[in-house]
């Protein structure tokens, strides 16, 4: 069985699950009160509309909310098999586990990727409505706009890894969506440390964080910095899903 068609296997086993109603939930949420407490302080003269709406919307939702809900995707892809021992019928299958694992990741992955589309939608919308209600007429930045989900979704990939990696390790989900949870909470504080290059967890956070900062200081250089923390989060990512492939079914 080619690689392909076992993606394609794994998209049909998640294509009457609620991830995709689930994906809508923390986009929407964010961003309706994000815009609507912001929009109440513009005025027809009112600059950089666009940009302070996304770091009020952005700030909890890389924070929390992204890494909440993707937490509960890893949760129910996995569901899927241990509910009705799809998983051993899967690897009594001359199928690689490995191969299995990576398929199963890239679904986590694609699902990330339509959050954060879904993300970009409702703020578009939501940020569209805001500014014409209140006489703004700033131009929407949609470069700008692309530039930052881009970014957003660069910097989860490694915490979307990790969260991955322990839902293989741990074969009780309340166990690993715990675990999960735990390791999310700090992420604002660790944020706000030396240490967070080494916490994927708040790389999206971070990333947000440094563009409120470069906001309201308005300076020329960037907080931050794509070197030490590419090769860095690349190290990380290598890391946890080498870990996720080799451990994958090993329990069952």
Known sequence: MSFLELLRIEFMKVKRSKIVPLIFIAPLLVVTSGVANLSRYFTPEYTSAWPAMFIQ???VYAYYLLPFSMIVVCAMITGRETGNNGILKMLALPVSRYALSIAKFCVLVFYLFMEMVVFLAVFV?????????MGVTET?????????????FLTMLPCVGTMWAITVLF????????LNLLLVIPGVLVANTPLWIAYPYCYSG??????LHDFTVESNTMTFSVFPFLP?????????????????GKKF
């Open 171 to 178: 074969d009780k989900p309340l166990f690993s969506v715990g």
């Open 232 to 248: 860095i989060a690349i190290l990380v990512s290598v890391l946890v899903l080498a870990i996720a492939v080799k451990q994958f």
């Open 125 to 133: 919308i939501a940020g569209t409505v805001a500014t014409s209600t």
């Open 140 to 152: 929407l930045p949609i470069l700008t706009l692309l530039k930052w989900c881009v970014g957003l």
């Open 206 to 211: 971070y990333l947000v964080s440094c563009s």
């Open 57 to 59: 919307s952005a700030l």
